[in-house]
């Protein structure tokens, strides 16, 4: 058996243990990608076994990436992915295909490129959008994120398609407390620091104090303090406002814990 094969076959074994040795994970990988540069290693192989090492070696790498939350390496191995199923039409029906779809999809979405997002959806038939779970997932989260509706789709273990969007989920947990923090400074003059470790999902208050530093809340003993000039013309329907800003801080707060549930 050629040596690439022996180490393919060595990456699919290791890849499907529970729990996963990342570092043994790693180590193949690179051994596999010197030797997909080793123009005597390929020429040994048929043309099946070669388009299989290369489909495996890419989908693992853009699994691994997402696995150890690397942005930055899994944007560089998604692009291979995608290059890949171009330039080899038989692995583009790969089982993996939408898995490898909707992660990019959550990447973008998660990194705010909803330009990008919503050109790679054009590449996914409708009916796939809708029904395929990798796929339906990522469409519903844009959907909601777009609209402010957080409490139309709730998330839990059940219905979240893959491990692998949890790095995703983690990262559009960070923008909802974010958005929660904003209605929380239109809302309250003042807040309690438990209250708002609570409303924000903080399970320790040090966390809470650091995220209030970064956005720049002034605290008094155990308060925070929020200044709201309200202009006259504002006025009028300044009690208005505070509604809807706090209807809206309890949509966030629904899907961020939500969210919570599955990271």
Known sequence: MPKIEAL??????????????????KQLLDQIEVQLKDFAALSALSPVAATSIHKDFFEISALYNAALA?????????????????SQPDASSSTNKYLMFGLHLMYLLATNRVSDFHMLLEQIDESVQQNNPYISTA????????EGAYN??????????????????????????????????KSYERLLVKDACNMLLFDKQNDMLSF???????????????????????AEVGAKSNLDTKRITEQNLFYAKQLEMII
């Not at 060595?10 to 043994?24: E, H, T």
């Open 8 to 25: 393919h076959k060595s990456l699919l074994s290791d890849w499907a243990k529970q729990p996963q040795n990342l570092n043994a994970v």
């Open 70 to 86: 690397d942005l930055n390496g899994f944007q560089e191995a998604i692009a291979k992915v995608h290059c890949f199923y171009e």
């Open 139 to 146: 469409v519903k989260l844009e959907e909601c994120l777009m």
């Open 152 to 185: 139309k789709v709730i998330l839990t273990e059940k219905n979240i398609p893959s491990p692998y969007y949890a790095v995703f989920i983690r990262i559009l947990m960070g923008t909802i407390r974010n958005e929660i923090a904003s209605c929380i400074e």
């Open 212 to 234: 209030a530093k970064q956005r720049g809340w002034k605290s008094d003993k155990n308060e925070f303090h929020f200044e709201r000039p309200v202009k006259n013309a504002q």
